[in-house]
């Protein structure tokens, strides 16, 4: 029995789903832009006019967002909320899978170390994390690139995106330690009664 197959084919119908709309997300926004930048200077006396620190929590503070890379950084700040959101789901799903399904027993029986469980099933998350990345990353050079073919934004672009992966690791580290953490104290708690 492979765990590492197991939890990708688990997981691929929602793979799919998140993949598709990471993708949607980021050509619906770019197309935005290419609905506003007819008219760059209305949209920075529109934006200059929203206060700073509204401007900083909707993620684009210092972003010059008639240009084509800005924009896409504003873009990007909501992909790099739903890919937070992806991880942190991810991680705490898939460890917490094998308590709520009640075959927690099943798998301690087999002839597999605990360890190999949680580092299979922690490889399989991190796989969709990268998956989810390289897509995001490939849609984003290819929509931008589409939009302004005389510059090439693809480094920026990926730098971008390391950033996300970087994010998506933190919150499937912080998924992983509120499964565990629920999961032992069900545990704990069943061993009271």
């Not at 909707?58 to 010059?64: A, E, L």
Request: hydrophobic share 55%; charged share 15%; aromatic share 10%.
């Amino acid at each position: 029995m492979n765990l590492f197959l197991r939890e990708m084919k688990s997981n691929f119908k929602s793979l799919i789903i998140w993949s598709v709309s990471f993708a949607f997300l980021i050509v619906v926004g770019m197309i935005k832009f290419a609905g506003t930048s007819a008219d760059p200077a209305l949209l920075k006396d529109v934006i200059n006019q929203i206060p700073a620190f509204v401007r900083a929590l909707f993620g684009f503070g210092d972003f010059d967002i008639s240009s084509l890379i800005g924009f896409y950084g504003i873009v990007n700040f909501y992909v790099i909320v739903l890919a937070a959101v992806h991880a942190c789901f991810v991680a705490a799903h898939t460890i917490s899978k094998e308590e709520q399904e009640k075959t927690t027993e099943f798998l301690i029986v087999k002839p597999v170390s605990r360890n190999k469980i949680l580092f299979s099933k922690m490889m399989a998350v991190l796989v969709n994390v990268i998956v989810i990345n390289a897509i995001s990353s490939i849609c984003s050079i290819l929509v931008v690139s589409a939009m302004d073919q005389t510059k090439n934004f693809t480094l920026d672009i990926i730098l971008m995106m390391c950033i996300t992966f970087v994010v998506q690791l933190i919150f499937l580290l912080i998924g992983t330690t509120i499964a565990s953490l629920i999961i032992n104290q069900n545990l704990r708690q069943q061993e009271v009664r």
